[in-house]
């Protein structure tokens, strides 16, 4: 959006207005919706839910740019990711997993397989980064962030974030270098 459509978007959004919402939700929502599912969330569906709840409540007292909605929306995300794992620590379960039926008529089960494999295989290299140097990666590669944005998600400084990146990097780098890339 232009910074003057967002300006009449949010304010239409602050009265109710269902086409503002919808334009609000829709310019962020997969983007979150990606976050989520890469910092593992169990239900990330419903924790996007819980995000936009949240939005709804204090959208009336938001004031700012596109990229500072952007900001504050992926604060809130990260909260509830962090709500969640608190969660999960005080009532583990030992879940049966499902699997759901992901099949598509228009890939192959051969196409379909590999994209598993990576997916399982990217996951578990970010897996391997300390918590805050996920937290970086996932905001700068998922949702697209910049730097300062990070920064104002986590609550740390610019400086503090690309020195989290930057670790990270090299991390990931030293485990491509060590293990390989093959699946």
């Not at 949010?10 to 929502?29: D, I, N, P």
């Not at 976050?35 to 204090?58: C, I, N, S, T, W």
């Not at 598993?116 to 300390?130: F, G, K, P, Q, Y």
Request: glycine residues 8%; negative net charge.
């Amino acid at each position: 959006m232009l910074d003057a459509e967002f300006e009449s978007t949010l304010a239409a959004a602050q009265t109710g207005a269902e086409w503002a919402w919808s334009q609000l939700y829709h310019s962020v929502a997969r983007q979150v919706l990606g976050y989520l599912r890469a910092q593992g969330a169990k239900e990330a569906e419903d924790l996007l839910g819980e995000v936009f709840v949240h939005v709804a409540r204090g959208i009336g007292s938001f004031e700012g740019t596109e990229a500072g909605f952007r900001s504050w929306v992926f604060t809130v995300a990260h909260h509830r990711i962090i709500d969640e794992r608190r969660a999960r620590r005080r009532h583990p379960v030992d879940p049966v997993e499902t699997v759901a039926d992901k099949a598509s008529p228009d890939r192959s089960a051969a196409d379909q397989a590999l994209d598993s494999l990576m997916t399982d295989r990217v996951r578990d290299v970010i897996d391997r980064l300390a918590p805050a140097q996920r937290d970086v990666m996932m905001l700068r590669i998922v949702a697209g962030m910049t730097v300062p944005e990070i920064a104002e998600v986590l609550g740390r400084t610019v400086g503090g974030v690309k020195a989290l990146q930057h670790r990270a990097i090299a991390s990931l780098r030293r485990h491509i270098e060590r293990e390989g890339v093959s699946l």
